[in-house]
């Protein structure tokens, strides 16, 4: 798919999300421009960038490296993102979602968790779990033990909706 092609499939597409996709042999096809303002204009190069440190991790890990891994709260040369890397087996796809650190969007969140009936804790806890940090580093910052954090956690999954569970555990 050409550039063109990408662009009038999804117009929407550059208002906030980063878009790069690469060969298996990791250079770069195509960058949006959302995408080129964090990395720079690579089209054409093999990148070397942050994603692509991360990609090797999925790399090292896997039996086979087809499919995709979510990296939440990470930065990318300057910049705090979640990234999603994808590999169907003919190309590496990164897609780079901002995190806002604007103080509207913890407002939100906080108005959210208040009408899902959290504690003042409980929400300041949810907004470090929703800033991608672990919980040895919410629980120091708290000066709690990590098992008072996790019945904490256990209490404020209760309140909320199945889909904001983790699906995993956290570490």
Do not use: W
Not at 131 to 145: C, D, P, W
């Amino acid at each position: 798919m050409s550039v063109l092609e990408v662009d009038k499939q999804f117009p929407n597409l550059g208002s906030k999300l980063g878009l790069c996709v690469k060969d298996l042999d990791k250079r770069v096809l195509y960058q949006n421009e959302n995408c080129i303002k964090t990395c720079g204009l690579m089209t054409g190069q093999v990148c070397g960038k942050t994603c692509m440190r991360l990609y090797h991790q999925i790399e090292e890990c896997a039996a086979v490296s087809e499919g995709m891994k979510l990296f939440k709260a990470t930065e990318i040369e300057g910049h705090k993102v979640d990234a999603l890397i994808v590999n169907d087996g003919n190309s590496i796809t990164t897609i780079l979602y901002p995190l806002d650190e604007d103080q509207d969007k913890f407002k939100k969140q906080e108005i959210f968790f208040q009408e899902r009936g959290l504690t003042k804790s409980e929400v300041r806890i949810m907004q470090m779990v929703m800033q991608g940090m672990t919980n040895a580093a919410i629980a120091e910052k708290l000066f709690i033990s990590k098992a008072t954090l996790k019945t904490h956690l256990n209490n404020i999954y209760k309140k909320l909706p199945a889909s904001m569970r983790p699906s995993q555990v956290r570490g």
